[in-house]
């Protein structure tokens, strides 16, 4: 899983409340992103992380904040969750911008909102 | 990032050489072609990305055409284990932003 821990696994909250999901690399690797996955929309981005406090919007944004204190750390919070975030989330890293450079993903993280 | 069409889904038997086409028809020149595989419930694996030459590497080979609009991924002797999810995608170098499509639901029968 080339170093990359995701907590928790499998999450289940009411909507509205807020919730936070972890990806930790073990890498030291520059970029991190959260996709989310649903059926019939394959895996989609919702943000990445190019640094420590940079952070840009993917495709599917609204909703979601992130936060990179740390390298080794990339937070995704749902600040009030809705019935539409129930997903499947896989946090990935990579090292840098060449060819040579590909994604590697977490397992990911079950959310269900009720 | 150009657009990639795969078919849904394809079978093969245990031992065969499984190979999965993808169409790339509006590819540029500086884009290189990626594949990945999602076994059920796991996250992307990487497989194996190339330019215009062929590239080989310990899970694949990946034959991209001349025109450079389309690519197969061959899995010389499959294994129930490759039983998965084939995503094709195209990237620039220096973007990393990858779009996944739907893929091919790859099935390796006994």
């Known amino acids: 899983d080339a170093g990359i821990t995701q907590s928790p696994r499998h999450k289940v909250t009411e909507t509205g409340t807020p919730v936070t999901l972890r990806c930790h690399q073990t890498?030291?690797?520059?970029?991190m992103y959260w996709y989310r996955q649903d059926p019939g929309h394959g895996l989609r981005l919702i943000h990445y992380?190019?640094?420590?406090?940079?952070?840009d919007k993917g495709e599917v944004s609204d909703g979601y904040s992130v936060s990179r204190s740390k390298t080794e750390d990339f937070l995704l919070t749902l600040e009030s969750a809705t019935s539409s975030q129930t997903s499947v989330y896989f946090c990935a890293i990579t090292s840098g911008t060449g060819h040579n450079s590909p994604l590697h993903f977490g397992n990911g993280t079950r959310l269900t909102v009720t | 990032d150009a657009k990639t069409t795969q078919p849904p889904s394809m079978d093969c038997a245990e031992g065969r050489a499984a190979n999965l086409p993808c169409n790339h028809s509006?590819?540029?020149?500086?884009?290189?072609v990626y594949w990945y595989r999602q076994i059920h419930s796991q996250g992307p694996q990487y497989i194996i990305h190339g330019l215009k030459n062929n590239e080989t590497n310990e899970m694949a080979s990946l034959i991209i055409t001349e025109d450079r609009k389309s690519s197969t991924l061959i899995l010389p002797h499959a294994t129930l284990r490759d039983t998965a999810v084939y995503y094709c995608?195209?990237?620039?170098?220096?973007?990393?932003?990858?779009?996944f499509g739907q893929g091919t639901r790859l099935t390796i029968n006994p």
């Open positions: 509006t590819i540029s020149g500086n884009e290189y």
């Open positions: 992380s190019y640094g420590v406090k940079d952070t």
């Open positions: 890498e030291n690797h520059r970029y």
């Open positions: 995608i195209v990237l620039i170098q220096g973007a990393q932003k990858l779009v």
